[in-house]
């Protein structure tokens, strides 16, 4: 026997028994720092068993990096903070974004049973309707990929919806959009623009907005400034 297989290693790199370190892997298989190495008996209960536990804590441990990184910026100066990130070894653009998502999500809001994924794929909409996506998701057992096409399908419903409806109902203003940046001096100058919606209308403009991580004015301005790019 080769002293790699004497001596599995547990997660933290020294020697221990795999089922010490990840409860889930029983006597089926052992952990390595590097592997895993799988009895020649295991039953395709046991081993996928294995993998559904392997799953919630890879899923576990993104919500935990991020959570690691959000003290990390609380409780530490800048300087001692960054040190503590190179010293990782971990890639700081996917913690940062790890903890943007973690940031949108308090913790009883976050549902064990989906994924950062299915987290990371709603946090640009509001809380509400957050809640709203990630219960569907749960109840229809959607991944993350099923998610993502029923929100932009409802999207594209609410934008032909918008379109169609009429002008009866509560009007509410949206003013004061500036022009975009980078535009010559007259582009630059900042007008202001009121327009008349219905209050269905400004509901459903608001959630697609949200859901391109835009207030309603912002967004409304870039569909503007695309129309005038077509026509032009």
């Not at 006597?27 to 209960?45: G, N």
């Not at 919630?56 to 919500?63: D, H, I, M, P, T």
């Not at 929100?151 to 500036?178: C, K, M, N, Y």
Request: charged share 25%.
């Amino acid at each position: 026997m080769s002293r790699y297989q004497r001596e599995p290693m547990g997660v933290g790199g020294g020697p221990a028994q795999g089922s010490a370190v990840l409860p889930f892997l029983g006597r089926q298989a052992t952990a390595h720092k590097t592997a895993m190495v799988f009895s020649q008996d295991i039953s395709e209960q046991s081993w996928e068993r294995i993998g559904t536990g392997l799953r919630e804590l890879v899923n576990s441990s993104a919500w935990w990096l991020a959570d690691w990184l959000i003290f990390g910026e609380a409780a530490y100066s800048c300087r001692r903070y960054r040190e503590a990130i190179d010293r990782t070894g971990l890639d700081y653009q996917t913690l940062r974004n790890y903890a943007w998502v973690a940031r949108r999500f308090e913790h009883h809001r976050r549902r064990v049973d989906l994924s950062f994924a299915h987290h990371a794929e709603v946090a640009r909409l509001s809380p509400p309707e957050q809640d709203y996506w990630l219960r569907k998701a749960d109840q229809h057992k959607w991944s993350r990929n099923e998610l993502r096409r029923a929100l932009r399908a409802s999207l594209a419903e609410q934008l032909d919806t918008s379109d169609a409806a009429g002008s009866t109902g509560e009007r509410r203003q949206v003013s004061q959009l500036p022009e975009p940046a980078g535009a010559d001096e007259r582009q630059r100058q900042v007008a202001t623009l009121t327009i008349e919606l219905s209050t269905g209308q400004l509901d459903k403009y608001s959630k697609v907005a949200a859901a391109h991580g835009l207030p309603v004015e912002k967004w409304v301005t870039q569909i503007l400034d695309s129309v005038d790019r077509r026509i032009a």
